[in-house]
């Protein structure tokens, strides 16, 4: 059956409106899709900015707390503080009335004075146990060190009569007797220092001596007035009234002059 060519192209027409909406329908379904895809990102955005703002604010709040805590500590340091403070006044305050109680027929200066003499006996007691502890300490090492020589001796004791060894007894005697000697010698370097020191200090008087005699010396001859000083044998009188200890001394003016002329 063959077909006219209105019917072809009505048939041609109708199958271009047919692709056409097939495209549209296309068209549509991608723009849809692009549509999804565009608000997919923003809320994956508006979720990743929303995970931040938490992040950052869980950070924030942990900061705080702690500060929180800082402070929490802090106040209750000053807390503590301030009970110790309390408890010592209420302390003092209840030594004060006792005090009071005490001193009701006593005046004021009474008190004081008594209570300087019991701080004072309060020091003297502590010095007194200070000494006492430092001299039982020094009789437990003496005690120490003789319970340690006696420990030594009854040893060697003990070894000797245990193998009955002439030997043993013979070093014994002589490490006693060398522990003899080097006592003894340093006996004798400690007097021999003694006796150097006594010495010089025997030399340095000596020599305090002659100077202090010298200077009486010429006190004297300077007491002397111009004209006795030109007297020799006034001179003569008061120099050998001195010691022979004494410094020689220069001469005097009379003297030069004679051994010049001389």
């Known amino acids: 059956m063959l077909l006219s060519r209105r019917d072809l192209c009505t048939s041609l027409n109708s199958l271009e409106f047919l692709g056409n909406c097939n495209l549209a329908q296309r ?6 899709g692009n549509r999804t895809h565009k608000l ?21 709040l942990v900061e705080r707390l702690r500060e929180h805590d800082s402070a929490a500590e802090a106040l209750i340091e000053q807390t503590t503080a301030l009970n110790k403070r309390v408890e010592a006044m209420k302390q003092y ?3 004060i009335q006792e005090l009071n109680e005490v001193a009701r027929h006593r005046p004021r200066s009474t008190l004081v004075m008594g209570i300087q003499q019991e701080n004072r006996q309060i020091r003297e007691l502590q010095q007194e146990n200070k000494e006492l502890r430092t001299s039982l300490e020094e009789h ?22 245990k193998k009955d060894d002439p030997s043993i007894i013979m070093k014994l005697k002589e490490q006693h007797s060398k522990e003899l000697q080097v006592h003894v010698d340093q006996i004798t370097e400690m007097a021999a220092v003694m006796r150097k020191a006594i010495e010089v200090d025997e030399r340095h008087g000596c020599k305090e001596q002659e100077r202090i005699s010298q200077l009486e010396v010429r006190r004297k001859l300077q007491s002397t007035d111009v004209k006795g000083s030109q007297d020799p044998s006034r001179c003569l009188m008061v120099l050998l009234s001195q010691p022979l200890t004494a410094v020689v001394l220069p ?6 002059g004679s051994t010049t002329a001389a």
């Open 27 to 32: 068209c549509q379904a991608g723009l849809r």
């Open 40 to 60: 997919w990102e923003k809320a994956a955005s508006k979720m990743s900015c929303t995970i931040e703002k938490a992040l950052a604010d869980a950070k924030a």
């Open 93 to 95: 305050q209840e030594e």
């Open 140 to 161: 437990q090492s003496a005690l120490e060190l003789i319970m340690s020589k006696y420990r030594e001796q009854m040893f060697r004791l003990l070894m000797a009569s």
């Open 251 to 256: 001469l005097p003016c009379w003297s030069r």
